[in-house]
């Protein structure tokens, strides 16, 4: 039997709510009842089901910030929505999209203050900034051009790429740049939004995100082809030293012995583990990445 999650349920209902504010102050019309309430729905289903994965009983401080994130974002997406059909209200777009973007640095930083950072929290992080961005995107393409949508697009080519390529799914090693690039791409957005910056100058700056992005993406790729083999054959040490592991265990329980669990866990191939751990192969923070009796591979 499923376990109801309280926390996105209380986010589904905080959205509703935040739709019905909007409604009652600048006006939301059918579009944007529609595309906000269909995004609070899918956000809870996928939020719940992501916490249920991970064994997760409720959200952590940090999730609750992301959480509250991503119901402003819900706001924004409304808004954008009804943009199509009437004159968008800019300025409180602009606010909530500031306030959403000011917040990403907040849960972050209680994340590390109560060490509640799991694979969960930065996953739910990372889809609420990119769908910000691919919303923010889709708003300014009537005045910008639809080049534009290629920076709210990159990402979701990126993950539908490694469904088919099968060296893209795997570890990436944390980057910082990486988390600056990102944060540009919502500033730029923000600003074209808000027509802060004459028309020539607000494609320039757009023009400049796209290519950070395009060399951030571009470094990613590079470094999941050039390390596709070694990553391989960690991977393929792990299996076979779980299965070593499994089988002394085996032989010890049928000599009467008592199995023993201090043997290396899977991903021990690697020298100097840190943090960055996605598709359970974890990665160091430094630019040279060790791999036991397989050589070296810079990123």
């Keep these: 039997m499923s376990t109801v999650r309280t926390g996105p349920v209380i986010g589904l209902l905080a959205q509703i709510g935040v739709l019905a504010v909007l409604a009652q102050t600048v006006g939301l019309g059918p579009a944007g009842w529609a595309a906000g309430l269909v995004y609070g729905v899918v956000l809870c289903a996928l939020l719940s089901r992501g916490m249920t994965r991970a064994g997760a009983p409720d959200l952590s401080p940090a999730d609750r910030v992301t959480l509250s994130r991503a119901i402003l974002v819900g706001g924004v997406t409304a808004l954008a929505a009804d943009s199509f059909t009437r004159p968008a209200p800019v300025a409180v777009m602009v606010v909530l999209t500031s306030v959403a973007l000011a917040l990403d640095a907040v849960d972050g930083y209680t994340a590390r203050r109560t060490g509640t950072s799991s694979e969960l929290g930065a996953r739910f992080d990372m889809e609420i900034d990119s769908f910000l961005v691919l919303v923010l995107c889709l708003y300014v393409t009537p005045s910008t051009g639809a080049w534009v949508l290629a920076i709210g697009a990159m990402r979701y080519v990126f993950v539908a790429a490694s469904w088919v390529l099968g060296w893209m799914r795997g570890s990436l090693p ?101 943090h960055g751990r996605t598709d359970g192969l974890p990665w160091p923070e430094h630019r040279p990445v060790a791999v036991a009796r397989r050589g070296i591979a810079r990123v």
């Design 174 to 274: 944390p980057r910082y740049w990486r988390k600056v690039v990102a944060a540009v791409q919502g500033v730029v957005l923000t600003v074209a939004m808000g027509d802060a910056l004459p028309g020539p100058l607000t494609t320039v700056v757009l023009v400049a995100s796209l290519a950070l992005l395009v060399e951030s993406f571009g470094r990613d790729v590079r470094w999941l082809w050039t390390t596709r083999h070694l990553r391989h054959a960690v991977a393929h040490d792990a299996v076979d030293q779980r299965a070593g592991v499994a089988h002394a265990s085996d032989a010890m329980v049928h000599a009467g012995g008592q199995p023993s669990y201090s043997a290396p866990s899977a991903g021990a191939g690697l020298t100097g583990l840190g």
